[in-house]
T-cell receptor, first 115, second 114 residues
Framework: GESVGLHLPTLSVQEGDNSIINCAYS??????FIWYKQESGKGPQFIID?????DKRQGQRVTVLLNKTVKHLSLQIAATQPGDSAVYFC??????????????FGKGTHLIIQP | DAGVTQSPTHLIKTRGQHVTLRCSPI?????VSWYQQVLGQGPQFIFQ???????GRGNFPDRFSARQFPNYSSELNVNALLLGDSALYLC?????????????FGSGTQLSVL
């Protein structure tokens, strides 16, 4: 099975509310994680990343939390806007001395913003 | 600054044909990776190239091949196309090669195999 997965396929939130998108991973050797946003007809857009030696990282309106104990990753989006509507993917990297294995992606969560 | 650029944007082929997809990385990035994204799923790793050498390969058949040129652009070739090869093919580049850190994607080539 996949080593990275998401708890919910669809998340619907009200405009202006905060959104939390969750991700579970199973490979305890993963050392680096990225969140991507993908809009219809476009490639994945880099949002934020975090290394395994950190438990929290903040960007503009976004925060990523990493809980290595339970192998859980979350993306928090503050004050959700209509432009945040997209599919969100978490991806993990297992360090092997290079990029040999590529990133492993989950299936994605579709975030729907309601007016 | 230009991001990762891919061509063509859309392509229609028939079973048994071959296809070549092209990618130009972000200026200054020496590593290019290829991913396949089937509708409704996350991208799946195909290849990574760094300094014109293959650094990694995903679980794809030998019908899939790639190369990187001296200017760091790349081509993905798929031979003997199958219906199941229909997907969005994504190219990504990073300045953090040969790692996968800060991987930036292009908009992809949508391949339809009939």
């Amino acid at each position: 099975g996949e080593s990275v997965g998401l708890h919910l396929p669809t998340l619907s939130v009200q405009e202006g509310d905060n959104s939390i998108i969750n991700c579970a991973y199973s490979n305890s050797a993963s050392d680096y994680f990225i969140w991507y946003k993908q809009e219809s007809g476009k490639g994945p857009q880099f949002i934020i990343d975090i290394r395994s030696n950190m438990d929290k990282r903040q960007g503009q309106r976004v925060t990523v939390l990493l809980n290595k104990t339970v192998k859980h990753l979350s993306l928090q989006i503050a004050a959700t806007q209509p432009g945040d509507s997209a599919v969100y993917f978490c991806a993990e990297n297992t360090y092997s001395g290079g990029g040999a294995d590529g990133l492993t992606f989950g299936k994605g969560t579709h975030l729907i913003i309601q007016p | 600054d230009a991001g990762v650029t891919q061509s063509p944007t859309h392509l229609i082929k028939t079973r048994g044909q071959h296809v070549t997809l092209r990618c130009s990385p972000i200026s200054g990035h020496k590593s290019v990776s290829w991913y396949q994204q089937v509708l409704g799923q996350g991208p799946q790793f195909i290849f990574q190239y760094y300094e014109k050498e293959e650094r990694g390969r995903g679980n794809f058949p030998d019908r899939f091949s790639a190369r990187q040129f001296p200017n760091y652009s790349s081509e993905l070739n798929v031979n003997a196309l199958l219906l199941g090869d229909s997907a969005l093919y994504l190219c990504a580049s990073t300045s953090r090669a040969p790692t996968n850190e800060k991987l930036f994607f292009g908009s992809g080539t949508q391949l339809s195999v009939l």
